[in-house]
């Protein structure tokens, strides 16, 4: 009996800092924007209680669903290429040889990059005037007149904000995908090619299905980072032309900071908070699934 309790104290002592950590800077900043959705409050004035206010403006705020549908069709667009391009890759480059090793570190580089560095970078790439891409195409001949990437049609901003995120962060599913696959027995493989199971079959009857869970991992990861994205879209478009490229995270940022309206920028961050969640739940599920 002394024995079990104080294994658990000393459990309890372990895991003391990361609930401290926890507390501190996850449950209690929560908390507060909970408090302050539920108040109008500009940092200028004192925060005065309106209730649900907040929320009913939320809700008919046609430039917030506006803002929302945007994010989930950049999320649509770019999530699936991720998922079909990362794993891709990491069927090309999961055997353990010098070359794949190189080719592996070489795709995973542009991931340390930080996104708002990266993001510099695509814009100056995109430029009109004096742009890489601009004068690619001229060279091929693909292009006759000068294409405005970003800030003018929203279908153009969008994709090619897509392109500069994909060569940003399909490092990062890439290299999960390698260590799911580099996780299988060798002997499950070599009994496929013993049977003659063709290649086509060994990647959807053996390493799909022992992968799946990691695939579901990954794609629930790439969706909320893609629900969240903000810093390349506030460094590229500026939410350019007439707002239709400002994602949901950007209209949170244009209410709390430049226009102050603290109480109904943390309304919209739950609401979004709240789908975020709706998308967690939904992986759970999958994931229970899969593993039975």
């Known amino acids: 009996m002394y024995n079990n309790a104080r294994g658990r104290f000393l459990g309890l002592l372990y895991v003391a800092p990361a609930l401290l950590f926890v507390l501190l800077f996850t449950a209690y900043p929560f908390g507060q924007m909970i408090w302050v959705s539920f108040n109008s409050w500009s940092l200028i004035t004192p925060p005065k209680f309106v209730g649900t206010a907040n929320y009913t403006k939320a809700f008919a705020d046609k430039q917030f669903w506006t803002s929302l549908q945007f994010t989930l069709k950049y999320t649509v667009l770019i999530t699936p290429i991720l ?20 080719a592996r570190a070489v795709i995973f580089i542009p991931v340390v ?9 695509w814009y100056w790439l995109f430029s009109t005037d004096y742009g890489l891409i601009n004068k690619l195409l001229f060279d091929l001949g693909l292009l006759h007149k000068p294409v ?6 929203a279908d153009i901003s969008n994709w090619a904000i897509i392109v500069s995120v994909i060569w940003k962060v399909i490092g990062f599913g890439m290299l999960l995908f390698v260590a799911a696959i580099q996780g299988i027995p060798s002997e499950v493989t070599e009994a496929a090619l013993v049977d003659g199971a063709s290649p086509w079959q060994r990647m959807t009857r053996i390493t799909l299905p022992l992968t799946l869970r990691t695939v579901l991992l990954v794609t629930l990861v790439s969706v909320i980072g893609s629900l969240l994205a903000f810093d390349q879209f506030y460094i590229m478009t500026a939410g350019q032309p007439q707002n239709l490229t400002a994602t949901s995270v950007f209209y949170v940022y244009l209410n709390s900071f430049p226009y102050l309206k603290l109480g109904y920028g943390a309304a919209l961050s739950l609401i979004l908070a709240g789908i975020i969640l709706l998308f967690t739940l939904l992986q759970l599920v999958l994931s229970r699934r899969s593993h039975a």
């Open 83 to 102: 998922m079909i391009g990362g794993y891709a890759l990491a069927l090309l480059v999961a055997a353990n040889t010098p070359l794949r090793r190189f």
């Open 148 to 153: 405005f990437w970003l800030g003018v049609n």
């Open 113 to 121: 990059i930080g996104l708002g560095a990266s993001s510099l970078l």
